[in-house]
């Protein structure tokens, strides 16, 4: 198995891990819905499982996930904006991150403790970090002959501040679970077009170039 294989790997187990994550931490979860709860709801503070669901679930994630854009790093044709893109890419973890350090009150309120006003002032940056990242990663060369693919991922982009100014209207929050874990899926599959579309070039070229 070489490098570029080994990397998809470790994008595939954090996609499948997040998504067991979601499911058992909904089942142990008193009253936690999919639909209507986000996911930082999961441990937020004097809540039942907080303490498991911090541990096996954010931080977990947090190590897989920058272990995948570790990896990627040096194999991903990118350059120029896309490169800025791909660096931006590191909000992933750190929104996993952001609930391990600053859990949420339960509720997950716009007001709170020191932790709530913390998470959520950033939580709006990573949010706008990952969109902008994902969009900028969409002008990378190898994007250029993949319109399809490019539009997803420059939609996606685009989609996250709006989906999240969305997601935190009181009038939407029976939705906003949904809606947060539309982006969710958005995410999983730009970064499923990253790794399998220009990830490998870049070693290719350094491969030729020497």
Not at 38 to 55: D, K, R
Not at 110 to 134: C, D, P
Not at 160 to 176: E, G, N, T
Not at 190 to 196: E, G, H, K, Q, R
Request: hydrophobic share 55%.
């Amino acid at each position: 198995m070489d490098r570029v294989q080994v990397t998809r790997l470790l994008l595939v187990a954090t996609i499948l891990y997040v998504i067991g994550f979601y499911f058992a931490g909904s089942a142990i979860k008193p009253g936690y819905s999919q639909w209507s709860n986000f996911v930082s709801e999961y441990n937020a503070s004097g809540t039942p499982w907080a303490g498991t669901l911090t541990y096996a679930g954010f931080a977990a994630t947090t190590v897989l996930s920058s272990l995948f854009l570790i990896a990627a790093a040096p194999l991903t044709a990118v350059s120029g904006l896309s490169r800025l893109g791909f660096w931006l890419l590191w909000c992933i973890p750190a929104s996993y991150l952001l609930s391990v350090a600053f859990p949420c009150d339960a509720g997950c309120p716009a007001e709170g403790s020191i932790s709530q006003v913390l998470h959520n002032a950033f939580g709006i940056l990573v949010y706008l970090g990952m969109g902008l990242g994902v969009a900028l990663v969409s002008l990378a060369p190898g994007f250029s002959s993949l319109k399809w693919r490019r539009f997803f991922l420059l939609f996606t982009g685009i989609a996250f501040p709006v989906v999240f100014f969305a997601m935190v209207q009181p009038d939407l929050a029976p939705w906003r679970g949904m809606l947060q874990r539309s982006l969710d899926a958005a995410l999983a599959a730009s970064l499923i077009m990253v790794a399998w579309t220009i990830m490998g070039r870049g070693e290719r070229t350094r491969q030729n170039v020497a």
